[in-house]
Nanobody, 119 residues
Framework: QLVESGGGSVQAGGSLRLSCEFHGYNFGSRCMAWFRQAPGKEREGVAYLAIDGSTSYADSVKGRFTFSQDSAKRTLFLEMDSLLPEDTAMYYC???????????????WGQGTQVTVSA
């Protein structure tokens, strides 16, 4: 089970930090990711944390978003800086099945947390 928190409303240029608590087995032994979906748009992958600990980002957020984890607390974070109105979306934390890479389907999803950025 994945539980997100930390969404909210902020003005353009501001920052937010999203959290995702992981309730399950084998934390760190699967790909974890943040996705987002804006109204009327397809869901897109924003940031990925691979099994080897490497991170990757969508071009639209590269240099502004940072994906990190606290293994002891089994929690993932998405630090979002220099937010833009186009970052407005529902943000979801997701995970693959144990042992699978980020190219695999994401089996587990959180309920989502809303991020709204005003101009």
């Amino acid at each position: 089970q994945l539980v997100e928190s930390g969404g909210g409303s902020v003005q353009a240029g501001g920052s937010l930090r999203l959290s995702c608590e992981f309730h399950g087995y084998n934390f760190g032994s699967r790909c974890m990711a943040w996705f987002r979906q804006a109204p009327g748009k397809e869901r897109e992958g924003v940031a990925y944390l691979a099994i080897d600990g490497s991170t990757s980002y969508a071009d639209s957020v590269k240099g502004r978003f940072t994906f990190s984890q606290d293994s002891a607390k089994r929690t993932l974070f998405l630090e979002m800086d220099s937010l833009l109105p186009e970052d407005t979306a529902m943000y979801y934390c997701a995970a693959t099945t144990t042992g699978l890479a980020c190219t695999s389907p994401f089996t587990y999803w959180g309920q989502g947390t809303q991020v709204t950025v005003s101009a």
